[in-house]
């Protein structure tokens, strides 16, 4: 018998990762804020994911972007958007953000595809024979199934 093929399938739960996807939506928004701040300054940027929110700066980042998004928001007697506390700015922007089974099965494949780099730049692995495959939207069972995960498959 020679060399089998491996295939690499990420999986995903729809509820957890929805959750965590709705989050990293949510902070790339912030970031985004403090992106055109740096631009604003004629700085030379860092990327959207090498930002990072201050804890002193979070609030102000956290206005700007709620004050961007479309979707409904409170208002006064005379139609003006209500100034709210960051908890509910927070809460609403999170209700509104929607994540796709499309979105999901990206994070799968992203977890397939970190698998697949790690094996090969830090463990030195030929990757000839790995293959990253589609991967499963499932519904973690207990404790018994870690629904974070990347599957192996030899074929």
Known sequence: MGPRNKNIKGVVDPEKDKEGLKRYQFK?????????????????PPSLSEITIEPSEYEKHLRSA?????F???RNLIGI???????????????HINVTDSDLRQLAYYRASSVMDKLSKVEGLSTGRLFVVEG???????????????????K
């Not at 701040?37 to 700085?43: P, R, T, Y």
């Open 28 to 44: 790339n928004k912030l970031r985004a804020q403090k992106l055109k701040e740096i631009l604003s300054m004629g700085k030379t």
């Open 66 to 70: 709620y004050k961007e998004e479309n």
């Open 72 to 74: 409904p928001k409170p």
């Open 81 to 95: 958007p209500k100034a709210l506390p960051a908890a509910e700015m927070e809460k609403l922007m999170l209700a």
């Open 136 to 154: 499963n939207l499932i519904k973690a069972e207990g404790d018994r199934q870690h629904s974070a995960r990347v599957d192996f498959i030899l």
